[in-house]
């Protein structure tokens, strides 16, 4: 006995067990995720029972939604919350941490996710019922919510994989050719990335001993440049490319168009923002000290990006392909948030991300419904929607505003902040690169709408003459597909008009990722002597 | 493949292999075992009982679809870590509780649940992978 007592003074481990109680609150950091993933598992039980999927999806999102909005409230009033899973200290437990920055686009997802369940159910053929459509959507939520909370870096590689297999169901479920050939192109870079992501995940673990964000970030600052330097090259690499930022884009417009709609909407909503959502976490919060020495190349890629992309959604013919482009562009403006990370700029990516998530999404939805009155995707053999459904081209053209970031609607705030954020440190190519990937943009998409909308009938001699092609919508399609789109563009509308609510999302999201200090507190990380990993450099107590 | 002692065979040998898969996955936890090695196990035991009578067979015995089996394994995994919210403990904290039975102290938790939940995943997964397979190779 005395031998126990003695051998356990002179080692004196740390505390790692949390001794105090997890109250019901602190739940609600981890729900989402989890009645995500229980009712995808759930429904794939039931999927020979098609009348029950949509309903339990909708209250399973409806459930979801209202825990975020309860979770953005309690981070709004108290800072960000963590719980840490089973009950172990957060470097060796794995953390789930929430701030407003993660919530924020959680709940946009969630949203999203909800529109095109309804949004779907118009035209999901029985087939694609029975492969579980609606069970890989949770599945791809529960993924997306989990990367946005997580504050671990292994855990958020998990969840891209989560995120990874659901969209990889997703985008071949009609089983037609060029859905296999988007999937193989989609699948094959999104794996690569993933490898990246993992082989910068050993690096990071080999150079601090921990994966926990915050205990990271703690540690990065007397971390050694060299290593630190090269790990934050290849974060940047394999989260650009889940992010589609040039000149690793390929993919997105190779795969985007070939899936239903509804899941196009729901993969430009979701996926590449998760991206950037873990490219501005890892840079910024994590490894600030990696970011300061890629700045110069985040701003070139920034700058790329901008202009080559509204460039290819000219060039396109195929309307949701272009429409793909359009997504890329906008990549590139969180990429200038990334370059210039004073407060603006940072806000500015913030609310950036959040009307891409809702806007992208938007496109796609209203692009699924012009394919379905044209019968076709060719932008040449489209015309004359004008005069079947006006309130579609008064949509689109919000839409393309939005996107172009023309007041005022919801995308002109964050170019807004981007543009005045690129002025205080003086960098006015990037400027220059927000303003023409406006210009472009606006071209492009008003090119698109005179296109589909303006001109009487298809591309040729035909040209004038009233298109006789068009299917006009069934009553189902205007309650199911209309309505809801509808109702997300007025919410894109009333965020661009009454912006107070998003800027003070965006200001506290961007003071938290700018400034660790709270985010470390609520994982219980607090002060570096309570670290109980040996500080780097240090050859342990002798 | 499809030969007579093979088929006579298969049968008890699937019984063996599934008994043999849930003493693992009930020995994990402390000694080697487990959920993943026993869902393995009895994905196997499902593979050879595919060879041996076909596919159609087999998704007669089993009466569930594999996929569903999977699914009701996640399912379980996940709702194994939700039980802790009684114990105002966050998620996934091992629960354990004790009980004699005949002289023997036997222990029941959480992450045995948990394991259970990986068993199913795994058998539930690699199943309809073997089955899949296997309906291709009979269509030949």
């Known amino acids: 006995m005395e031998e126990k007592a003695n051998y356990e003074a002179a080692v004196k481990l740390p505390v790692a067990m949390i001794d105090f109680a997890t109250g019901f609150a602190d739940w609600f950091i981890i729900l989402p995720t989890i009645i995500a993933l229980m009712g995808a598992a759930l429904l794939i039980m039931l999927r020979f029972n098609r009348s029950i999927q949509p309903i339990l999806t909708i209250i399973f999102i409806l459930t979801i939604i209202i825990i975020e909005i309860n979770l953005l409230l309690r981070i709004l009033a108290l800072g960000p919350q963590s719980m840490t899973m089973g009950k172990w200290l957060p470097p060796f437990g794995i953390s789930f941490t929430v701030d407003i920055f993660g919530i924020s686009f959680a709940l946009a997802s969630a949203l999203t996710a909800l529109i095109v369940t309804i949004y779907a159910q118009a035209d999901l053929a029985k087939r694609e019922v ?91 600052a007397n971390a050694p440049f060299g290593p630190l330097a090269s790990i934050g090259a290849l974060l940047l690499l394999a989260f650009g490319m889940k992010a589609a930022a040039f000149p690793v884009n390929a993919w997105l417009p190779a795969s985007y168009h070939t899936p239903h709609p509804a899941v196009s909407a729901l993969f430009g909503g979701l996926l590449t923002k998760v991206g950037t959502y873990a490219l501005l976490r890892s840079l910024l919060l994590v490894m600030p000290t990696a970011r ?23 060039a396109q013919t195929n309307l949701r392909r272009a429409i793909g482009f359009l997504l890329i562009g906008g990549i590139g403006s969180v990429l200038v948030g990334l370059a210039v990370p004073n407060l603006r700029g940072v806000a500015g990516a913030s609310i950036y991300i959040f009307h891409s998530i809702l806007t992208i999404s938007a496109l796609y939805l209203v692009a699924g419904l012009i394919e379905k009155i044209m019968g076709t995707e060719d932008v040449r053999k489209m015309g004359g929607l004008y005069s079947a459904s006006s309130w579609l081209s008064i949509l689109f053209l919000v839409l393309v505003f939005a996107v172009a970031g023309l007041p005022p609607f919801l995308g002109f705030w964050p170019k807004l902040l981007l543009i005045e954020a690129s002025l205080e440190r003086g960098e006015i190519l990037l400027i220059i690169a927000l303003l023409t990937n406006s210009l472009l943009t606006a071209i492009a998409g008003s090119r698109l709408w005179a296109h589909i909308f303006w001109r009487a009938g298809p591309e040729g001699a035909n040209s004038e003459q009233p298109n006789e092609k068009l299917q006009p919508l069934k009553t189902k399609d205007k309650w199911l597909c209309s309505a809801p789109t509808t109702i997300l563009i007025l919410l894109i509308v009333y965020f661009g008009i009454n912006p107070n609510t998003i800027f003070g999302l965006g200001r506290v999201a961007a003071l938290d990722l700018l400034n660790s200090d709270r985010y470390v507190e609520a994982t219980g990380l607090a002060k570096p002597d309570l670290v109980t990993m040996p500080q780097l450099g240090e050859e342990g107590e002798k | 493949m499809n030969t007579v002692i093979f088929r006579t065979i298969a049968p008890i040998l699937v019984a063996i292999m599934l008994v043999f898969s849930v003493f693992v996955l009930l020995r994990g936890h402390n000694e080697p075992g487990g959920g993943f090695i026993g869902g393995l196990i009895a994905a196997s035991s499902i593979a050879i009982y595919g060879i041996a009578a076909g596919v159609k067979e087999v998704r007669k015995a089993l009466k569930f679809d594999p996929i569903a089996i999977a699914g009701f394994g996640v399912f379980i995994a996940a709702f194994a870590g939700t039980i802790s919210i009684f114990y105002q403990a966050p998620y996934l904290t091992g629960i354990w509780a004790y009980f004699e039975f005949e002289g023997k102290k036997i222990a029941l938790s959480t992450p045995l649940l948990f394991d259970i939940g990986v068993y199913f995943t795994v058998l539930g997964t690699i199943s309809t992978i073997a089955l899949a397979l296997e309906e291709k190779e009979e269509k030949k």
Request: no cysteine; aromatic share 14%; proline share 2%.
């Open chain 1, 130 to 220: 029975k492969y579980g459509f609606h069970s890989l959507l949770l599945l791809l939520l529960a993924g997306v919510s989990g990367a946005f909370m997580t504050g671990d870096m292994f855990n958020l590689y998990v969840w891209f994989e989560v995120m990874l297999i659901a969209s990889f169901g997703l985008i071949i479920m009609g089983g037609r050719k060029i859905q296999l050939d988007g999937a193989i192109k989609y699948g094959f870079l999104n794996f690569l990335a993933t490898s990246f992501f993992l082989i910068a995940l050993g690096l990071i673990y080999g150079l601090f001993g921990t994966l926990n964000m915050a205990d990271i970030s703690l540690k990065a």
């Open chain 1, 292 to 314: 300061d020495f890629l700045e110069p190349l985040i701003a070139a890629l920034a700058v790329i990006t901008l202009i080559l992309a509204p460039l290819g959604a000219i």
